[in-house]
T-cell receptor, first 112, second 111 residues
Framework: NAGVTQTPKFRILKIGQSMTLQCTQD?????MYWYRQDPGMGLKLIYY???????DKGEVPNGYNVSRSTTEDFPLRLELAAPSQTSVYFC???????????FGPGTRLTVL | AQSVAQPEDQVNVAEGNPLTVKCTYS??????LFWYVQYPNRGLQFLLK??????LVKGSYGFEAEFNKSQTSFHLKKPSALVSDSALYFC?????????FGAGTRLTVKP
């Protein structure tokens, strides 16, 4: 199993550009999550999904959108990038019976 | 809502000494508690969890954690620290559908 994979690893955007951060898991997990981690800070939940076709907002959803058309994929969309979205983004998943989350390696995004 | 707090931003210990990274929790109902470790430029890795049962939970890399209901704490411990244990440690509590993380504690183990 590859676990949770994220692409790209790094990206630099200009203000106003858009992009999609990809996240895929091969563990057949129902639950998937997007977090952002700012320097010296903990993780803040952006969006989460409890299954294909179902998404919900977390603590900091503004400026982001998600979709969950399949169990495996949970892309995060930034429509109009702003400097405040400079961060490291982590995707995670967990199964219905497992309680722990499994994390991807992260995407480091810089908006200039 | 469920929450956890990590009162120390930084913990420094000498190699070979015991280490403790502190975590307190605030929950309604029974807590599901977790510890994760993050090495530089990596994602979070699961260390251990407490769901029910023994108050002393053993996890990966020789770490253990003690659940204390009266003190609402879930401190992470290791009897003998290694330089390679230096990393960022997060305590977390499961909420209904997601996880709430503490702000993290940076552990530095000096040779």
């Amino acid at each position: 199993n590859a676990g949770v994979t994220q692409t790209p690893k790094f990206r630099i955007l200009k203000i106003g550009q858009s992009m999609t951060l990809q996240c895929t898991q091969d563990m057949n997990h129902n639950y998937m999550y997007w977090y952002r981690q700012d320097p010296g800070m903990g993780l803040k939940l952006i969006y989460y999904s409890v299954g294909a076709g179902i998404t919900d907002k977390g603590e900091v959803p503004n400026g982001y959108n998600v979709s969950r058309s399949t169990t495996e994929d949970f892309p995060l969309r930034l429509e109009l990038a702003a400097p405040s979205q400079t961060s490291v983004y982590f995707c995670a998943s967990r199964g219905t019976t497992n309680n722990e989350q499994f994390f991807g390696p992260g995407t480091r995004l810089t908006v200039l | 809502a469920q929450s956890v707090a990590q009162p120390e931003d930084q913990v420094n210990v000498a190699e070979g000494n015991p280490l403790t990274v502190k975590c307190t929790y605030s929950v309604s109902g029974n807590p599901y508690l977790f510890w994760y470790v993050q090495y530089p430029n990596r994602g979070l890795q699961f260390l251990l969890k407490y769901i029910t049962g023994d108050n002393l939970v053993k996890g990966s890399y020789g770490f253990e954690a003690e659940f204390n209901k009266s003190q609402t704490s879930f401190h992470l411990k290791k009897p003998s620290a290694l330089v390679s244990d230096s990393a960022l440690y997060f305590c977390a509590v499961r909420d209904i559908n997601d996880m709430r993380f503490g702000a993290g504690t940076r552990l530095t183990v000096k040779p």
